[in-house]
């Protein structure tokens, strides 16, 4: 037993030493978990400081490549880069934001504080040069044979990321920089367009003079021999291919000057004028896209200042050409060329040159007034002493006035929804021209529309009132497509007083008719070759009309007038009240007691002797009177038929008076399909 205690001591004692050692271990244990929690700790606050420690000397160290570069590096993308990220330093060096411990800023520690001074002295030679390479290349920009285009895309464009820096670091430099720029542009593109208007106004090729009127006199169309020189008849007058200038522009390449020249061509005005305006939107587009990228918010008042002095050029040349210019058709195109070209310039949404357009119309609409008020005058005040020869065939004056309207209502017609001319009517007209000018109003001098109010015998007689009242446009009013649509009514009143004039000179009423009737088939047939409807060709065929009835009267009368005569003179006696209609044998035998059967018989038996020699003169005058063969085959027919007619209504009479008993002569009648197989013969002739 006392061995087992002392064994169960040495045990228990042994026992308490290992509950004694392990205790110990244990607070070691717990001291190593402390410490190791405390060196965690202080690891991370060791790297999040390394961390910002970092970040902010990679924020504020200016590396010795990006300082190379800034200094003496070629200034391209890499330039660019680099001035970006010296521009982030310094945003962040002065950035306010930014706030250490204790409340200090990144220029307030010592290490910002000395970088701060390093980064404003780069910060300013990235500044000087680029402000040296900017204006070096803009100099650039006034050498003679420069692709100016090519030099934007390549050299400025590319370095638009610079002006923002500019911008923002140095606005004054940015503005010396634009001005610079503008200046440059404006003398470049101003000698430019200089040069090449100059160019273009070798090529022009004068197709009217203020001798260039509808009734010119006739000495104005010879030349030093007193010869008729048929170059100076109406081609001012003529459209031709004219409208062709209206078509596409993209189409279209502008006149090479130099070449041109070399090839010595000429151009009518309105075809240089449309070159200029196509080299003009072009570079206004170029430079309105360039500006807006380059200077971005500050482009449009580079844009102004560019083209300025440009487009006041262009304006004063045209402005000089339009004191000399008498065309009516050029400057009608050139209005429309304007409309055109201002819907060109809003589908590319480019606003710079409404009102430049606005003042090329300005300048146009009065001049084409003018010289409309001249033309005018010289239908309403024509001497027909001095207007040449005056024969029974058409004469110059109803050629010129007609391809002058026709030319006129074509261009007028020319670019509208409906493109055909099939649709004549003046409203038509007014809506097409309106939307042309953009109803820009110009005053007109009312006296212009005023002629002489004198009356003379005949159915040519304009009614002045009627004639205006069927003219008037229904809107628009008071603009400028509204006066000249005036115009060309006041100018076919003033043309058939006009001709009615010239007919005067004739000595008989049946040659003046033929004159009138020579005259207005001209001005018809001009109007069809053109297909030109509407109702100025209506008012001339109408006029042809009645004139061709008057005709057909008097060339009857040559031959036939004891017939006609006593037809007329019958059918309105049997016409009267006390006979009516009555048809009874007592209404015969009252006829028969007034109709003298010698007279009736010396008529039937004259007519039967003479009918076949009177209807061949008939066909020899009308052939000889008329140069048109479709006009005079017109004329022969209604000659013809109203012939038989003449004769159907004196078998007529006969019939009613002898109804009873027809006297003798009745069997010397020329039967009704005699004749007709004779007026056959003369048209299978024919």
């Not at 911008?167 to 200089?194: G, P, W």
């Not at 206004?284 to 896209?289: M, S």
């Not at 990228?293 to 000089?320: C, M, V, W, Y």
């Not at 009514?489 to 058939?496: K, V």
């Amino acid at each position: 037993m006392d061995d087992c205690d002392i064994i169960l001591s040495s045990l228990q004692e042994m026992l308490l030493g290992f509950q004694a050692d392990l205790g110990g271990l244990s607070g070691d244990i717990k001291s190593l978990q402390e410490q190791s929690n405390t060196l965690g700790c202080k690891l991370h606050n060791r790297k999040g400081a390394e961390d910002q420690l970092r970040d902010y000397l990679q924020r504020i160290i200016v590396p010795p490549s990006l300082a190379d570069m800034i200094c003496s590096g070629n200034v391209d993308q890499e330039f660019i880069k680099s001035v970006e990220e010296l521009e982030r330093k310094y945003q962040y060096i002065h950035s306010q934001n930014v706030v250490f411990s204790q409340g200090l800023k990144p220029d307030q520690t010592p290490s910002g504080n000395e970088m701060k001074q390093h980064i404003v002295k780069l910060r300013h030679r990235a500044i000087g040069r680029i402000r040296m390479y900017f204006l070096h290349t803009i100099a650039q920009l006034r050498r003679p044979k420069t692709n100016v285009r090519m030099i934007q895309i390549n050299s400025l464009l590319k370095y638009t990321p610079l002006m923002e820096f500019l911008l923002d670091s140095k606005v004054e430099i940015y503005n010396e920089i634009r001005n610079v720029y503008t200046e440059s542009m404006s003398m470049t593109l101003f000698a430019l367009f200089r040069t090449y208007a100059a160019q273009l106004a070798l090529l022009d090729n004068e197709i009217a003079t203020r001798k260039d009127v509808i009734a010119v006199e006739d000495s104005a169309l010879r030349d030093v021999w007193s010869r008729v020189n048929m170059s100076k008849r109406g081609d001012s007058f003529c459209l031709g291919s004219r409208w062709e200038v209206l078509e596409d522009s993209s189409k279209d390449m502008p006149i090479l000057a130099h070449v041109a020249l070399s090839e010595k061509k000429k151009y009518l005005y309105e075809v240089i004028f449309k070159s200029v305006m196509m080299h003009l939107m072009d570079s206004v587009t170029n430079e309105y896209v360039f500006v807006r990228k380059f200077f971005q918010e500050h482009g449009p008042d580079a844009f102004q200042g560019i083209f300025g002095r440009t487009l006041s050029l262009i304006l004063e040349q045209l402005e000089n050409y339009l004191f000399n210019c008498y065309d009516c058709l050029g400057l009608l195109l050139m209005i429309k060329l304007t409309h055109a070209n201002k819907r060109i310039m809003s589908d590319r949404r480019v606003d710079s040159l409404d009102k430049f357009f606005d003042s090329l119309t300005n300048l146009l609409w009065p001049r084409l007034k003018t010289v409309m008020d001249k033309q005018l005058r010289s239908v309403r005040d024509g001497d027909v002493r001095k207007l040449g020869v005056i024969d029974l065939h058409s004469h110059y004056v109803s050629r010129r006035y007609a391809e002058f309207t026709c030319s006129i209502l074509q261009i007028l017609q020319k670019g509208t929804k409906n493109n055909g001319l099939g649709s004549g009517s003046s409203n038509t007209n007014m809506v097409a021209l309106s939307s042309a000018v953009g109803n820009k109003n110009i005053q007109s001098n009312s006296s212009g529309y005023r002629g002489k109010e004198d009356t003379q015998d005949g159915n040519m007689k304009p009614s002045r009132k009627s004639s205006f009242d069927s003219r008037q446009p229904i809107s628009h009013r008071g603009s400028a497509g509204d006066m000249l649509l005036i115009d060309l009514s006041h100018l076919q009143d003033e043309t058939i007083l006009l001709l009615q004039r010239l007919s005067e000179t004739h000595s008989t009423n049946k040659k003046k008719i033929i004159f009138l009737i020579n005259n207005l088939d001209q001005i018809i047939a001009i109007f069809q070759e053109r297909r030109v409807p509407g109702k100025e060709l209506n008012r001339f065929v109408e006029l042809l009309m009645q004139q061709r009835e008057i005709f057909v009267e008097e060339e009857l009368l040559q031959s036939f007038s004891k017939m006609i005569a006593f037809v007329q003179q019958t059918e309105e006696h049997m016409n009267r009240p006390q006979y009516g209609n009555n048809t009874s044998r007592a209404a015969a035998e009252g006829h028969k007691h007034e109709v003298n059967a010698q007279v009736v018989e010396g008529l039937v038996r004259e007519f039967a002797s003479t009918w076949k020699q009177g209807i061949e003169q008939i066909n020899k005058n009308v052939l000889s009177f008329f140069a048109n063969f479709r006009n005079g085959m017109e004329v022969l027919k209604q000659v013809l038929t109203q012939l038989l007619l003449y004769y159907t209504r004196f078998q007529d009479i006969i019939r009613k008076v002898w109804r009873s008993k027809p006297p003798a002569f009745c069997k010397d009648l020329v039967s009704t399909s005699m004749i007709l197989a004779e007026i056959k013969k003369y048209a299978l002739a024919i």
